[in-house]
């Protein structure tokens, strides 16, 4: 069986209830001001743009270090034998597009 309560009881119940639900409302309250929605999409949105160019950073140190290991020796001596069959055909295409771009210019 329940116990009774005293009416002291039950206004320091009500009391207590009161006070827990006032910091509730101050918590929601702040949690949906303007200021503090836009705060967080600000925050999610840096977040995600660091993420993305922590991932391109990683990739493009990736690409650069195979670049490296394809081109030069682990001495730090470049690998002629891969370097100017490279060279030559970048000569080549920039010789094609100059060629191509003045007879269009005729």
């Not at 977040?47 to 922590?54: F, I, M, R």
């Not at 002629?80 to 055909?89: Q, S, Y």
């Amino acid at each position: 069986m329940p116990e009774a309560r005293t009416p002291a009881q039950i206004e320091a119940d009500i009391a207590r209830r009161r006070s827990e639900l006032a910091v509730t409302l101050d918590e929601i309250g702040v949690r949906m001001h303007p200021k503090t929605i836009i705060g967080d999409a600000k925050a999610k949105v840096a977040s995600k743009v660091d993420q993305t160019a922590g991932r391109a950073y990683v990739a493009a140190n990736r690409i650069v270090s195979d670049v490296r290991e394809r081109f030069v020796t682990e001495e730090g001596a470049p690998r002629l034998e891969r370097i100017v069959p490279v060279a030559m055909v970048v000569v080549g295409v920039v010789g094609l597009l100059t060629v191509s771009s003045r007879r269009r210019k005729a």
